[in-house]
């Protein structure tokens, strides 16, 4: 892209991705991407995998991004002091800022704490403020939340929480929930019930814009705007950071040229999407998310459609991203031995259900695969990583195993 000539800037009118710019009511829909041509039926280059998976729309959000003070910026001071012991040095609670709260009364003595002193006349007592809240421990959380697709219920009460500074992986049997869940996080599914908290708040009350700033998603099938060029796709990244104020830079530029790189489509740059091979496509869309430049990264299987190198280029990527940038990544994986291998944080699921979650090296058992998959297996060491892997057994003591299951235990009969 040496030498390409400046991008046309991006009409400040254009819907936001996922939602329109700040100043209208936002909508729930994805949070990647930018404005489509008029020529595509689409209200964003990423569109779920089928109708029913749509994106939910949601109540009108603020005109400007809304802060919470209510911890790191008002620090509570707690003066009841003044009508007790060590007037002259009030208590400063500042428990929801990080620091431990500081009580000088044991500097007097137990006499002096319990003992208050003479007050002047007039002087008010103010009564003691409740602690504030601290602030979440994760950005991103999902808490009692009920997702259904119409009346379809695919997961009732479920909670999980994403670490901070992780590389969470989702894993789990077809139709157990995986994406449906990624959905909800990355507020194109609103939940039936409960609620998906992004910094403390709920996902869906800020603007979508400011959701996109923080949040990118690479969607289990996305489809491009016809006869649109591949760096014009991944400079659809940029849109969240552009405003009135703020039309296409030579940052974009080079942040665009950067995610081509690092995805290995920067040969494909003048290239149609829509003549690429799939598995092209897949980076192309991966480079479009990384050039959104979010803390927050999901995504939905973004091995789908790679060969073995490119699905471990892809991963080695994500952990760069994870290990040197410092930013939270939550993927839906099918091949458990790449989970077990880049995880550091892992969610089996099972039926809309959260079966066990934690480090690889300490969940991930025979016994729990056999539970969550229903598939007879050794769990030994990764002889290149020392993570777990997953070794299948062969058919014929898969075969045995299930015929001795199919034969009644002549105990049982007998007492039957």
């Known amino acids: 892209m040496t030498g390409r000539a400046a991008r046309p800037p991006r009409a400040p009118g254009g819907p936001a991705p996922g939602g329109p710019a700040p100043g209208g009511p936002a909508t729930d829909g994805p949070v990647t991407g930018g404005p489509a041509p008029a020529s595509r039926v689409t209200d964003s280059p990423v569109t779920g995998s089928s109708a029913g998976d749509g994106p939910d729309t949601g109540g009108p959000a603020p005109d400007s991004p809304a802060m919470d003070r209510s911890a790191a910026d008002s620090p509570v001071t707690d003066r009841s002091a003044a009508t007790g012991p060590a007037a002259d040095s009030p208590v400063t609670d500042r428990s929801a800022a990080g620091s431990p709260v500081t009580d000088r009364s044991a500097a007097t003595g137990p006499a002096a704490a319990d003992t208050p002193r003479p007050q002047p006349a007039g002087t008010a007592t103010t009564a003691r403020r409740d602690p504030v809240p601290h602030a979440p421990t994760s950005r991103l959380a999902a808490e009692a939340v009920t997702l259904a697709y119409d009346q379809r219920v695919i997961a009732e009460n ?93 940052t974009d530029e080079r942040v665009v040229r950067e995610s081509m790189a690092a995805t290995g489509v920067a040969e494909l740059a003048d290239r149609y999407v829509d003549e690429l091979s799939g598995g092209q496509r897949q980076r192309v869309w991966i480079a479009m998310a990384i050039a959104q430049q979010t803390p927050l990264l999901l995504l939905d299987e973004p091995t789908t459609y790679l060969d073995i190198q490119h699905q471990i280029d892809v991963l080695d990527l994500c952990a760069g991203l994870h290990e040197e940038q410092g930013r939270t990544l939550v993927a839906v994986l099918h091949d458990l031995n790449h989970a077990a291998r880049y995880a550091t944080h892992l969610i089996a699921m099972r039926d809309g259900a959260v079966v066990a979650e934690g480090p690889p090296g300490e969940i991930v058992t025979a016994e729990l695969v056999e539970q969550v998959f229903g598939m007879p297996c050794q769990v030994i060491d990764d002889p290149e990583t020392g993570t777990p892997l997953v070794v299948p057994a062969a058919r014929k003591r898969r075969a045995a195993g299930a015929k001795a299951a199919a034969v009644p235990d002549p105990a049982v009969s007998a007492s039957g």
């Open 158 to 250: 479920l909670t999980v929480s994403v670490p901070d500074n992780s590389f969470t992986v989702v894993v789990g049997p077809n139709a157990c929930g995986k994406s449906t869940l990624l959905r909800a996080l990355s507020r194109m599914l609103r939940p039936a019930a409960g609620a998906v908290l992004l910094d403390g708040r709920s996902i869906s009350s800020r603007p979508a814009k400011q959701v996109a700033r923080t949040l990118g998603l690479l969607p289990q099938s996305s489809v491009a705007p016809d006869g649109i060029t591949v760096a014009d796709l991944v400079g659809r990244g940029r849109y969240p950071h552009q405003g009135l104020l703020r039309q296409w830079s030579e």
